[in-house]
């Protein structure tokens, strides 16, 4: 039997986040649109199509998901400034396999490729999939540690250090869950590189891209497949940076056939197909006419919200800090005692939780995987309704003076 540990997330906001008049700041999707919002996104909507077509007989569809989905996929790395290899080719939909959510597409990358003898170099911290999967799988996995005084930016120096003559795949998570720091283009380009250098697989969970609102966009970091590496596979989904979670549809994209053809005779095991009425949404949203204008909505919240945030921590200095986040919708954000030393963080959540009604995560227990460097963190979800994460800074500022002044 597999032994796989608790997957810590996924468990507390199972547990808290229907708490009776929870404010939920743990939420890490853009703000959740309706299929009636959906449709006020389209440019053309006098001439639209439905979302949906309710004539279309409800077959298992398309086994890897339809031409028309993974075109419109295909079109949203065709608008990174660098997005062809080093032959001038374009991401097709040959190279692309959709998945049910970027968790599937994540589980499906490990267990096609990776196994006992192998050895995973994962950046941490990080959204605990990347590195409890393959652990299960039996394979060596060394933690690639983000340090705050570097910013939370990985340190390539430090991975050429670690990579050993069985290292099979480097992983990355870009922009990063929980901190939202962004790998710099120049970063990015020395990661490859190095990955190509000694023939290892690269795969970069980019579930928040193209997320980035604080970047100016000639600086923000094109997704790790267009940087002319074959062996280079990533993930993603319509949950984060498209606010459309309850669809379930997230893919996996590679340049490499051998491997796109290992995913999906892996696929076959677990997932014949997406639905098909998941599928038509998501083709919908990813559409010429949609996709502009959602992605600007998004991003409009994004910053929107992160100017509150960012005014609470500084009204809040002596109690919390952080690397403020440049993409994404997460902060990874440090609440200490008034003597300075940081809470327990899993009591101060449950505490809060309790007393305010706000709910977030704690680090240590979420995202520190026994590392006592995070101690005191939490991680806010801020691209939530402004009037919920409005709410919930008022009661968390009215706590911290009652608790922590």
């Given at each position: 039997m597999v032994k796989i540990p608790p997957f810590e997330v996924e468990q507390w906001m199972d547990r808290y986040e229907n708490t009776p008049g929870v404010l939920n700041i743990a939420e890490t999707c853009c703000s959740s649109i309706s299929i009636n919002q959906l449709v006020r996104f389209n440019s053309a909507r006098q001439d639209a199509r439905p979302v949906v077509d309710f004539s279309i007989p409800l077959t298992y569809g398309s086994i890897r998901g339809s031409d028309e989905l993974r075109r419109n996929i295909a079109a949203t790395y065709s608008e990174d400034n660098n997005t062809s290899t080093a032959d001038g080719s374009p991401l097709s939909p040959k190279d692309i396999i959709v998945t049910q959510g970027a968790i599937s597409a994540n589980h499906l990358v490990f267990y096609s490729l990776v196994g006992p003898g192998d050895h995973v170099i994962c950046v941490f911290p990080t959204y605990q999939q990347l590195y409890s999967i393959p652990e299960s799988l039996e394979a060596d996995v060394s933690l690639w540690k983000l340090k705050r005084e570097n910013g939370f930016v990985p340190d390539v120096a430090e991975l050429e250090t670690m990579i050993k003559s069985n290292t099979k795949m480097i992983v990355i998570n870009n922009p990063n869950n929980p901190t939202g720091v962004t790998i710099p283009k120049e970063v990015l380009v020395k990661i490859v590189e190095l990955?190509?250098?000694?023939?290892?697989?690269?795969?970069?969970?980019?579930?928040?891209?193209?997320?980035?609102?604080?970047?100016?966009?000639?600086?923000?970091?094109?997704?790790?497949?267009?940087?002319?590496?074959?062996?280079?596979?990533?993930?993603?989904?319509?949950?984060?940076?498209?606010?459309?979670?309850?669809?379930?549809?997230?893919?996996?994209?590679?340049?490499?056939?051998?491997?796109?053809?290992?995913?999906?005779?892996?696929?076959?095991?677990?997932?014949?197909?997406?639905?098909?009425?998941?599928?038509?949404?998501?083709?919908?949203?990813?559409?010429?006419?949609?996709?502009?204008?959602?992605?600007?909505?998004?991003?409009?919240?994004a910053r929107n919200n992160l100017k509150l945030l960012d005014q609470f921590v500084r009204d809040h200095s002596t109690n919390c800090s952080w690397v403020k986040p440049t993409a994404g919708t997460t902060a990874f954000v440090q609440f200490k005692c008034k003597n300075g030393t940081p809470v327990d963080d899993e009591a101060f959540?449950?505490?809060?939780?309790?007393?305010?009604?706000?709910?977030?995560?704690?680090?240590?227990?979420?995202?520190?995987?026994?590392?006592?460097?995070?101690?005191?963190?939490?991680?806010?979800?801020?691209?939530?309704?402004?009037d919920v994460l409005r709410q919930a800074l008022e009661e968390l500022d009215a706590y911290i003076t009652e608790h922590l002044k």
């Open positions: 990955a190509r250098k000694n023939d290892i697989i690269l795969f970069s969970d980019e579930v928040y891209r193209p997320l980035f609102h604080s970047i100016e966009p000639e600086d923000s970091p094109p997704s790790a497949i267009s940087m002319g590496y074959p062996k280079v596979v990533v993930t993603s989904s319509m949950s984060k940076a498209w606010a459309l979670a309850g669809i379930r549809v997230g893919w996996i994209a590679s340049r490499d056939a051998s491997m796109i053809e290992a995913f999906a005779s892996a696929r076959d095991y677990t997932t014949i197909s997406v639905s098909q009425l998941d599928d038509q949404i998501a083709r919908y949203a990813l559409s010429d006419t949609v996709r502009p204008q959602l992605l600007a909505r998004n991003l409009a919240l959540c449950k505490d809060i939780l309790d007393k305010a009604k706000v709910m977030f995560l704690p680090g240590t227990r979420c995202f520190g995987h026994g590392e006592a460097s995070f101690n005191g963190f939490v991680r806010i979800g801020y691209v939530n309704e402004t």
